[in-house]
């Protein structure tokens, strides 16, 4: 069975532009989460998606958004890039919303080089 | 004070030694106590999976959660070089609630 995929792996963009960013979840799979690791605050969630509809929103600004697709895929967004969003950004997948650790699978990340 | 903590480490051990990793929290609202590891360039994978106080064991790893200390280890016996990695430990109080990372121990592990 395939893991999750992020597409893409890495990404330089420079400060005032936007980016998006895609996650496939594992086949059946029909939830999604997004989180944001930096060296300094560590990994930190910033929303769930689960059947076209965001569940639960971390503490970050208006600039991050997300949405999922009909076939569980995921995209989140990042407008008027800061050089703080320098980041890698995971996606999880999970079989259904709110699902337990012990089956949220994590893809390798996209690693966001802001300049 | 952010609701887990965790040292970032480095830590350096010889090969076979028994590895101690450990992360204190502040919400007792938290039931489900995590560890993971994610090694360069990959994203974290599940190691540990505890509901509320005790113990657990899998092969080399053991998992500790004390819930009136707010605090949970994680042990790593006979440590190998494959082992090198970060830890992070994570936790959730349950139903909708999202997970909370500690910030990782990063771990070598010197043949």
């Known amino acids: 069975k395939a893991g999750v995929t992020q597409t893409p792996r890495y990404l330089i963009k420079t400060r005032g532009q936007q980016v998006t960013l895609s996650c496939s979840p594992i086949s059946g799979h029909r939830s999604v989460s997004w989180y944001q690791q930096t060296p300094g605050q560590g990994l930190q969630f910033l929303f769930e998606?689960?059947?076209?509809?965001?569940?639960n929103k971390g503490n970050f600004p208006g600039r991050f958004s997300g949405r999922q697709f009909s076939n569980s895929r995921s995209e989140m967004n990042v407008s008027t890039l800061e050089l703080g969003d320098s980041a890698l950004y995971l996606c999880a997948s999970n079989p259904f919303p709110g699902g337990g650790a012990d089956t949220q699978y994590f893809g390798p990340g996209t690693r966001l080089t802001v300049l | 004070q952010k609701e887990v903590e965790q040292d970032p480490g480095p830590l350096s051990v010889p090969e076979g030694a028994i590895v101690s990793l450990n992360c204190t929290y502040s919400n007792s609202a938290f039931q489900y106590f995590m560890w993971y590891r994610q090694y360069s360039r990959k994203g974290p994978e599940l190691l540990m999976y505890?509901?509320?106080?005790g113990n657990k064991e899998d092969g080399r790893f053991t998992a500790q959660v004390d819930k009136s200390s707010k605090y949970i280890s994680l042990f790593i016996r006979d440590s190998q070089p494959s082992d090198s990695a970060t830890y992070l430990c994570a936790m959730s109080a349950g139903g909708n609630t999202p997970l909370v990372f500690g910030k990782g121990t990063r771990l070598s592990v010197i043949a």
């Open positions: 505890t509901y509320s106080s």
């Open positions: 998606y689960f059947s076209e509809t965001q569940r």
